[in-house]
């Protein structure tokens, strides 16, 4: 048998201040809740997952069916009666378990594949009963704390809320990750009490637990406590927003990608960018893309995903892109946007260029192709679904509605007029 991972998603998350479920807030346009199932899916070491849901349950369970596959599954929780319930959910199905069960929760989307295999590994290596994941703080407020008996083995975990002044001053803090020998502790998921200052069964108990009844309790001390955060509020989701984005610009930097201002730079984790390549400042790269190499991005460019690009790229200022292929040596240099689009090679867009992809009364998306050596003038309007062929031409200011045949100019401005004196007609009134 495999490890099995239970996720807990089903709380309100009242300090969000959200209609929303807390762990289908963004980061990158990508869930809290998208971030620790997907990690957990890079370690491949999980064979199934259990996500507990309760709070906008039927949202979670829509957005794990549209983006997972079936090793990925929903258990209820209603009422949320804490964490220790919401574990208990999940007892029945696996009654008959053998193995070990990774528990994590759905509002931490920083912790790392790395840490989490080096935590199963240390729990199996340990022959433990139960590992929790535990981080040094400077401000340990608002987690709970780790109790350690003198001779430093773990004695139980306090909640902030039932924490005395003493325990408040202990820096070691629960990140809310844990690895348990099921057969063994499973039994305490009925024994719970809810005897505690918020009256929740909570999932931290199962520490003190296993103490009394002497099985091995270790703890694994996280290396960097970043990726312990768990997002509770607004402020939380845009800090851990930035630890993210620090942590993915220091990664592609580190395989050869210029980025000028790290300080007003976003870019995707899911993004990958060859080297050489050069990001100028305020750039916003989100979802996923591949970029190529020797690309220069900005400054002031916008990649929504789903964006591939060859090498030798340039998209400028203010240029918008979003679900398009661009082939290498093509340009797209000033406040365009490019959508649903292919791009071949040797494409020059000029200024202000649009692809109109978009029919807001039918809500469908057209599609815009566009061949090598293409060229179109500033303040073309590109309507979808519409082809230029290899390199066809529109002319600056024109409508394309249909088809450019191969190596034509497609023309549609007004005729000039030119009225003399009008202006001093008109003055002279
Ligand atoms: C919890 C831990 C705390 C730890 C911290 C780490 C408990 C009692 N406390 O506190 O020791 O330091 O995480 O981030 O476990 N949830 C449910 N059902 C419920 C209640 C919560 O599924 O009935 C889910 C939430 O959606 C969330 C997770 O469990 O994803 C943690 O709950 P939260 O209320 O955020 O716990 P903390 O107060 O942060
Ligand atoms: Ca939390």
Not at 244 to 273: C, H, Y
């Amino acid at each position: 048998m495999g490890i099995k991972s239970i996720v807990l998603a089903a709380g309100k998350g009242t300090r969000m201040k959200s209609e929303k479920s807390k762990v289908l807030h963004e980061i990158f346009d990508k869930t809290l809740l998208g971030y620790v199932l997907d990690t957990i899916n890079k370690t491949e070491m999980i064979d199934e997952t259990y996500v507990v849901v309760g709070h906008c349950a039927e949202q979670v369970t829509d957005f794990i069916k549209t983006n997972y596959n079936d090793n990925i599954k929903t258990v209820i929780q209603s009422p949320q009666l804490g964490t220790g319930h919401a574990v208990s959910m999940v007892c029945d199905e696996l009654d008959d378990f053998n193995d070990n069960v990774l528990i994590l929760c759905g509002d931490t989307p920083l912790i790392t594949e790395k840490t989490i295999k080096e935590f199963i590994t240390s729990h199996k290596d340990n022959k433990a009963d139960i590992t929790v994941m535990s981080a040094i703080l400077d401000n340990p407020k608002n987690y709970g704390r780790i109790i350690r008996n003198v001779d430093k083995t773990l004695n139980k975990i306090v909640e902030e809320k039932d924490a005395n002044s003493e325990e408040k001053q202990i820096q070691e803090v629960n990140a809310g990750i844990y690895c348990l020998n099921w057969q063994k502790i499973k039994k305490s998921f009925s024994e719970l009490k809810s005897n505690n200052a918020q009256g929740e069964y909570y999932l931290t108990d199962i520490i003190s637990w296993s103490v009394k009844r002497g099985l091995s309790v270790q703890a694994y001390t996280l290396e960097n406590s970043d990726e312990m955060l768990g997002i509770n509020s607004k402020m939380q989701l845009a800090e851990a927003a930035k630890i993210l984005n620090q942590r993915n610009l220091k990664k592609f930097m580190e395989q050869g990608v210029t980025i000028v201002d790290p300080a007003t730079t976003w870019i995707s984790e899911d993004t990958i960018i060859g080297n050489d390549t050069i990001i100028y400042p305020s750039v916003y790269i989100s979802g996923k893309n591949i970029i190529g190499s020797n690309c220069k991005i900005g400054p002031m460019a916008h990649i929504r995903g789903e964006v591939e690009t060859g090498d030798y790229v340039r998209i400028g200022n203010f240029v918008e892109i979003k679900k398009s292929k661009i082939k290498s040596h093509t340009n797209v240099s000033h406040l365009s946007y490019i959508g649903d689009s292919e791009l071949g090679e040797h494409v020059n867009i000029g200024a202000g260029t649009i692809t109109a992809n978009y029919n807001p009364i039918t809500k469908e998306k057209t599609q815009t192709k566009i061949g090598d050596y293409a060229n179109t003038g500033s303040n073309s309007v590109l309507v979808a679904p519409v082809e230029l062929e290899e390199g066809a031409f529109v002319a600056a200011g024109s409508v394309a509605t249909k088809k450019v045949s191969a190596w034509s100019l497609m023309i549609n401005r007004a005729p000039v007029k030119m009225l003399a004196d009008w202006v001093k007609s008109k003055l002279n009134k």
